[in-house]
Each structure stands twice: as C-alpha cells, then as structure tokens.
C-alpha cells in the first residue's frame, strides 16, 4: 500500500499485474510514453499492445489507418512487421471479426481493454514471448 494508502496506483495489465511497456522503438501509447494506459481523453482506447504484421498493416491502412507511411511532421517514422504498437481496443476487435488481428501482449495490454475484448479471446490471440 503506498503512502496514500491506495492499494495499487500504477495500471495493471490483463493478468493482473503491473502493466509492462509495449515499445520505445518505436515509441507508443496515448502518452507516447511506451505504454498502453489511457485515460477518459482517449477516445480510440490505445490499450492493446500488438506485435505488428503485414497482413495486418495492410489490413489497417485499407480501413482507413495507415500505420506504414511515415509522417515526420509528427514524428512518426511508420511500422513495419514485428514492431510492437498500442492499438485501439475496438479496432483489435474489428480486425479479430475479419480474421485479421495481430498477437496481443498480455503483460504489456492494459486492463481496461477487457471491457471490449474477453480474456479468453486474448489468450487464444496471445504472442509466445519465448
């Protein structure tokens, strides 16, 4: 308990544990901070850390969300297959429906994605971290 007497004051992953960041290489997360966490601002819920492929890279820009081409203006230098990324909780899902989803992290996913995505579901989708 910390000194504020709450019990646990950093987010938590999907098991339940300290969430553990996604990627700094490229760097993630609603606060681009490396993490999946969000907060009431973030609409798109940015909690779904995801190892990228091509197939789903494809997928993505075709609906719309190109996550390839580089836009250095904000610099974003684009993903390519094996780059780990926070993606929106819904958009995980859609692409999950079409047979398209990339593996999810657990440990790096936070909690509140469960509210969109059962837990059953990520761990059929998760990545072998060995």
């Known amino acids: 308990m910390s000194p504020s007497g709450d019990v646990q004051s950093k987010p938590l992953n999907v098991l339940g544990e300290p969430l553990e960041?996604?990627?700094?290489?490229?760097?993630?997360?609603?606060?681009?901070?490396?993490?999946?966490?969000?907060?009431?601002?973030?609409?798109?819920?940015?909690?779904?850390?995801?190892?990228m492929t091509k197939a789903f890279l494809t997928?993505?820009?075709?609906?719309?969300?190109?996550?390839?081409?580089?836009?250095?203006?904000?610099?974003?230098?684009?993903?390519?297959p094996g780059d780990h990324w926070c993606l929106c909780a819904p958009r995980w899902k859609q692409a999950y429906e079409d047979g398209m989803a990339p593996r999810i992290r657990?440990?790096?996913?936070?909690?509140?994605?469960?509210?969109?995505?059962?837990?059953?579901?990520?761990?059929q989708n998760a990545y072998n971290e060995d």
Not at 59 to 80: C, H, M
Request: proline share 4%; net charge negative.
């Open 21 to 51: 960041t996604c990627s700094c290489d490229p760097m993630t997360g609603w606060y681009r901070d490396g993490f999946c966490k969000t907060d009431q601002s973030d609409i798109g819920q940015h909690t779904v850390c995801c190892v």
């Open 106 to 123: 657990l440990r790096q996913t936070e909690i509140s994605a469960l509210s969109i995505i059962g837990i059953e579901i990520m761990m």
């Open 59 to 80: 997928y993505s820009k075709a609906q719309g969300n190109d996550l390839i081409t580089p836009v250095p203006e904000f610099g974003f230098l684009g993903l390519k």
